[in-house]
């Protein structure tokens, strides 16, 4: 497998314009993660989906980032319009869990975003 | 949700055995203990997971003790390479994907 799949790799937009990220999920996991890591703040858990259904969007910091997972094999997470402090990386992980097995994380290479 | 408490930060020396303690005082009966590694530039990595006692796999052990509210990832005789940050993650058996939320980490790093 080829593992998660994530892109693009590095973005560099320019304020206010619309950024879109894309990830494909291990196929056969049933579970689908955003994170996004800065300095200041981490790794912090923006969205998660569970058999393309979102959970939890908690995480989601603004009604700028929306995420969709219209299949099991696809997922996006949008920004409308884009900020400066949106500039971070976006990982997109993926698991496979099932009954008496404990979630284990598969994370993409991640997308560096820019925003000028 | 189970709360992480982890040292910022660890150095050690190649060929050390370096021991990274974990807090979790208010796990959950279902929750399984996991511990990933991040490169710069990289997606954290799963290690080692466990629910108790000890768990030892090529790279790593992992020791529970019996009230499971923490836990150590051992790592014997590191390298340079092992330079990286080490997260651990408490979370559920039947999770069915559920939040799965990062602490701080331990920023390891090995010197020569």
């Known amino acids: 497998d080829a593992g998660v799949i994530q892109s693009p790799r590095h973005e560099v937009t320019e304020m206010g314009q619309e950024v879109t990220l894309r990830c494909k999920p291990i196929s056969g996991h049933n579970s689908l993660f955003w994170y996004r890591q800065t300095m200041m703040r981490g790794l912090e858990l923006l969205i998660y989906f569970n058999n393309n259904v979102p959970i939890d969007d908690s995480g989601m910091p603004e009604d700028r980032f929306s995420a969709k997972m219209p299949n099991a094999s696809f997922s996006t997470l949008k920004i409308q319009p884009s900020e400066p402090r949106d500039s971070a990386v976006y990982f997109c992980a993926s698991s496979l869990v099932v009954p008496s097995s404990a979630n284990v994380l598969t994370f993409g290479a991640g997308s560096r975003l820019t925003v000028l | 949700l189970a709360k992480t408490t982890q040292p910022i930060s660890m150095d050690s020396y190649e060929g050390q055995e370096v021991n990274i303690t974990c807090s979790h005082n208010?796990?959950?009966?279902?929750?399984?203990i996991t511990w990933y590694q991040q490169f710069p530039s990289q997606g954290p990595r799963f290690i080692i997971q466990?629910?108790?006692t000890k768990v030892t796999n090529e790279v790593a052990s992992l020791f529970i003790p019996a009230d499971r509210k923490s836990s150590t990832l051992s790592l014997p005789r590191v390298s340079l390479s092992d330079t990286a940050v080490y997260y651990c993650?408490?979370?559920?058996?039947?999770?069915?994907?559920?939040?799965?939320?990062f602490g701080q980490g331990t920023e390891l790093s090995v010197k020569p």
């Open positions: 466990g629910y108790k």
């Open positions: 993650l408490v979370g559920g058996v039947y999770n069915q994907g559920g939040k799965l939320i």
């Open positions: 208010n796990i959950a009966t279902n929750d399984y």
